[in-house]
């Protein structure tokens, strides 16, 4: 597909430059240049996404992979994301896709529309824009959203958060789900490590939770010596129930060397069994660890009654005990989140889906 045109959020400067303000980085292009995330381009005066369209591939995955453990529990997601992204982790999971060039690794096209009946026909009871950042393609994502909304198919967004106000309004108003990657909890890890500041993240969550009905949950990868310190880890989780409240899951998930940052030794479980208990201390109801095993990390628990509503073994739901809206099965406490009676049973199976089968 062609590159789109953004109708809205850029601007023309008076040195003939055009001001993209999508994201915080607010870059500003000559003709031909592109943005910090390489996909919004300066064509013919304006701003084009160049990524509409097209993607580096799309799976279907078990929602708890986004991880998003209390939204519409075990049920499969259709995921998919583009090429570029306006952080520059130096540790970052996904380099291939988020750091690569376009050409590398767009290889398959799909309109919206044709994402959400693939979605349909499959079965999924969602679709994630994941793998690199969304708020970078978000033309098309917010088309996505529209044209799986028609069908009834939620959407989820696997963001760092790193936005603008006014298109972050436009762009979750079309969201069902979120999981916000909290890189970590001080300006100076921010800059040094992703090249980004920490400010408009936290901008971005309470946004979330004041402004919008969408479910969202935090993950933070814990690297040993850089963001996994006590007083780091105190502040975070307190900041968290403070501003967010009690009941946003937040994941702790362990780091493995990767991309440029290959000297820390990977996360043992025993910081994740750390990091847990100070949230837990500090409040947090719903704290999860990942990427290893660790006692209960991966279960849900009546925060009133300690009674095991969700047993998971990795993607796998193994118990379940909650009654209809989502109330405890032993002493109705509420859990929050989006649950259905009961739990999917897609499991832990991975799809990989050409999207050129479905035209």
Same mark, same amino acid.
């Given at each position: ?21 999508? @994201? ?46 209390? /939204?519409? &529990? ?11 992204? +306006? ?11 988020? $750091? ?33 950042? &969304? ?17 009834? =198919? ?16 436009? /762009? ?16 100076? /890890? ?26 969202? *949950? ?11 310190? *006590? ?20 994941? /702790?998930?362990?780091? $493995? ?35 290893? &095993? ?10 009133? @009654?300690? #009674? ?5 073994? !990795?993607? *796998? ?14 002493? !109705?406490?509420?859990? &929050?989140? =989006? ?5 999917? #049973? ?10 050129? +089968?479905?035209?």
């Amino acid at each position: 597909m062609e590159p789109v045109i953004a109708e809205k959020y850029w601007q023309p400067m008076i040195d003939g430059r055009i001001q993209c303000n999508v @994201c915080p980085r607010h870059c500003r292009l000559a003709e031909g240049q592109r943005g910090f995330c390489f996909v919004r381009a300066r064509r013919g005066g304006r701003i084009a996404l160049t990524t509409y369209g097209r993607s580096s591939g799309f799976c279907v995955d078990p929602i708890e992979k986004k991880p998003l453990f209390h /939204f519409l &529990p075990g049920t499969p997601v259709l995921s998919f994301g583009t090429a570029g992204c +306006n952080l520059g982790c130096v540790f970052c999971q996904n380099a291939d896709i988020s $750091h690569s060039r376009e050409t590398d690794t767009l290889a398959d096209a799909a309109s919206p529309e044709l994402i959400a009946k693939t979605a349909e026909t499959l079965g999924c009871r969602s679709v994630a824009f994941t793998y690199n950042e &969304p708020h970078i393609f978000h033309e098309y994502a917010v088309d996505t959203s529209k044209e799986c909304r028609k069908r009834g =198919i939620k959407t989820v967004a696997v963001t760092a958060g790193y936005v603008c106000p006014e298109p972050r309004k436009e /762009f979750y108003a079309w969201m069902d789900a979120a999981n916000v990657d909290l890189k970590g909890f001080s300006e100076g /890890f921010y800059q040094k490590y992703t090249g980004s500041q920490l400010a408009p993240v936290l901008e971005t969550l309470v946004y979330l939770k004041k402004e919008t009905p969408v479910w969202f *949950e935090i993950t933070t990868l814990l690297i040993p010596g850089l963001n996994d310190s *006590e007083s780091e880890l105190q502040a975070m989780t307190r900041w968290i129930v403070k501003n967010l409240g009690p009941d946003v899951p937040l994941h /702790f998930t362990a780091f $493995h060397p990767a991309y440029k940052l290959l000297d820390p030794s990977p996360t043992p479980a025993s910081t994740l069994t750390r990091a847990r208990g100070i949230a837990l201390a500090n409040g947090i109801r719903y704290c999860y660890t990942g990427n290893v &095993p660790t006692p209960d990390g991966e279960t849900t628990f009546c925060h009133f @009654c300690r #009674t095991k509503l969700i047993g998971r073994d !990795g993607y *796998e739901i193994t118990d379940w005990n909650l009654k209809e809206n989502g109330l405890c099965g032993s002493c !109705g406490t509420a859990c &929050p989140g =989006i649950f259905e009676p009961r739990p999917g #049973t897609w499991g832990s199976q991975r799809l990989p889906v050409r999207l050129g +089968n479905f035209t």
